[in-house]
């Protein structure tokens, strides 16, 4: 598991710190002198390396948010009551008066209770909630005027770059969670990249048919060297491999196993190899369901199909009812299907920015709502992400009209509510064409 930390190069040693409980994982460490260079340097470790998950700041998301894929888990730094309760007993320490004080970046409930519980008074402490759109110069000018108009003795900031302005005037405290805030979110993290890490090891089957040629065949033997093919195949070393029959063979493995070997479920170059090696044709059919016996009966179903293709290829059908296929050999462009909309779902996924596979998910989960409205938290769920992934991806349907608000839901008392949303991909579909942003509102 490698976890990637986005941070200030004065914040290394804390994060050290706080890193040492977490076995297992290896830290890729992003590390900027200056915010405006994380967007290049996120860029390039997503591209050096595969990272599971992504530990960083709320001003460091703010500018790479974009570039992060819609599936990997995302852990947005957030200060603790805690970390401000340290920060106030450190003023103390200091000699300095609690109150009045001028602070950035946590939210106003944060704030409100931890003057209710240190008996302070609420109003003296001037509070700027976190906001991407603010400026250093924005911020800095907020405590200039904060202090020329309470007296206060210091300034509690959470952004490097205000602080290192404001201390050439001004004392200056906090700036990072604490060990212990710090240690939770990554430990959560890793339990998020733990848990979708768990999924892909989903079982599935796999369904290889010799194509029937006509009666100078020797189906055994192809079916003999179609199953010497496999066990050499490096993508299926650790699959349990077996006889199928005079026609085929099956394979049980990993969900992962078989994204790797087809490329994501989009081309499979063992049937390409059967052809040239062998001289025979292979259609193959993968399933992924709750049991052995539901993945055998998909791939049944999967395999069937891929014998009506005229040239060999391969198919996926999954308990969810998502089809994807026909996969090439060679690996051309994905072609998918779900019932009969496949080529309104691929021109669509193309416009909004998405892979045919997440919007037939997400049209099969529409389906299963009936109407119902959903929250990003439920949508990921669903889909197996975390809840940033969710809602980064209810704004990517947002930009392109295929949800719509539908009012809000408290599910705990304290807390924000949670807006709800109605999907509209199945209208999208039938009517030709993604909604633009504006018109969906």
């Known amino acids: 598991m490698v976890i990637g930390l986005v941070i200030h190069a004065s914040h290394r040693a804390v994060f050290e710190d706080a890193a040492r409980t977490l076995a297992g994982v290896t830290l890729e460490w992003i590390v900027y002198e200056h915010e405006d260079a994380v967007r290049e340097l996120v860029d390039g470790s997503l591209a050096r390396q595969r990272v599971d998950g992504l530990l960083l700041g709320p001003v460091p998301y703010a500018k790479c948010r974009d570039l992060l894929p819609a ?83 210091y300034v509690i900031s959470l952004r490097t770059a205000v602080a290192a302005e404001l201390r050439q005037s001004t004392p200056v405290l906090g700036g990072l969670p604490g060990p212990a805030t710090l240690r939770a979110q990554l430990h959560e993290l890793a339990l ?105 009966h ?18 996926l059908v999954e308990d969810g009812g998502v089809i994807i296929g026909p996969m090439s050999p060679a690996g051309a462009a994905l072609a998918f299907t779900y019932r009969e909309h496949g080529a309104e779902l691929e021109r669509l996924a193309g416009e909004v920015g998405l892979s045919a596979a997440t919007l037939s998910r997400l049209s099969a989960i529409e389906r299963a709502l009936e109407g119902r409205a959903i929250s990003p938290s439920d949508l990921a769920q669903h889909l197996g992400i975390t809840d940033p992934s969710g809602r980064r991806l209810i704004r990517k349907l947002s930009d392109s009209g295929l949800v719509e608000v539908e009012g809000s839901t408290q599910v705990h008392r304290k807390g924000r509510p949670a807006r709800l949303y109605r999907l509209r991909i199945g209208s999208a579909v039938d009517g030709g064409a993604a909604v633009p942003a504006e018109a969906a509102r």
Not at 78 to 94: E, I, P
Not at 276 to 294: H, P, Y
Not at 298 to 315: D, G
């Open 71 to 153: 599936d990997l888990p995302v852990a947005i730094l957030r200060s603790a009551g805690l970390d401000l309760s340290l920060a106030l007993f450190k003023a103390l320490a200091r000699g300095w008066r609690p109150t009045p004080v001028s602070v950035d970046t946590y939210d106003s409930q944060t704030v409100d209770e931890v003057a209710r519980a240190l008996e302070l008074d609420p109003a003296q402490i001037t509070c700027l909630p976190y906001d991407p759109e603010q400026s250093v110069a924005e911020i800095v000018a907020f405590h200039r005027a904060a202090l020329a108009r309470t007296g206060a003795d």
């Open 192 to 296: 998020q990249v733990q848990s979708k890490q768990a999924s892909a090891l989903r079982f599935a089957a796999g369904i290889f048919l010799v194509g029937r040629a006509g009666p100078q065949l020797d189906l055994d033997r192809a079916r003999v060297g179609l199953m010497n093919l496999l066990l050499n195949t490096p993508e299926f070393g650790d699959a349990w491999i077996d006889n199928r029959g005079r026609r085929g063979v099956v394979v049980f493995a990993h969900q992962a196993l078989f994204e790797q070997a087809t490329n994501s479920w989009v081309s499979l170059p063992a049937l390409n190899q059967a052809q040239e090696t062998l001289g025979i044709r292979v259609a193959a059919g993968f399933g992924v369901g709750a049991s052995a016996r539901s993945c055998l």
């Open 298 to 315: 998909l791939a049944e179903r999967a395999v069937a199909r891929a014998e009506q293709e005229e040239s060999p290829s391969a198919y």
